[in-house]
């Protein structure tokens, strides 16, 4: 009985690692690793990666820059929300422990083309003078569609020390 709870306990660890792939951010000198579903499309992006669930109904990202370059990294998702016809509104600014690390959250309720949206930018520190940003975007629905996705992917993000 052992040896088959044993055999059902090293499948599921290797089932689990067959559907996700695992990203070090930066690629260099990484401070952050982070595990994004294989059924998630991945793309790098001018400062990292991003996601997209199957559906293309939630957009992830991871970024990283140098402290001096935040505002660049920032400026970047200013223009991305805008291309994505994300309107502009305040941010509600929260400071808040994320997965034992400080975090500032910049959450926005605001709306696209589909209709009412959420957008979090959480800032972490990376060390080395360094900020990883990860953003979320998606509807209340669309978040509670892909919420074990969102959870996994979130849960996973981890410091390097």
Sequence with gaps: MRMLLAAAALLSLLATNAFARNFAVPDKDPAVTITVPDSWETEAISYGYSAQSPDKDVF???????????????DNNAAWMKENNI????????????????????QFETSDDNGPTTVEL???????NRVIMLTLW???AERTKHGAAIDTIMSSVKAIQ
Aim: proline share 9%.
């Design 122 to 128: 959480i800032l972490l520190p990376a060390g080395k």
């Design 138 to 140: 998606g509807s209340d």
């Design 60 to 74: 992830f990202s991871v970024e990283f820059a140098s402290a001096r370059d935040v505002g660049k990294m920032i």
């Design 87 to 106: 309107k502009d509104v305040p941010a509600k600014k929260v400071e808040t422990p994320f997965n034992g690390m400080p975090a500032t959250i910049f």
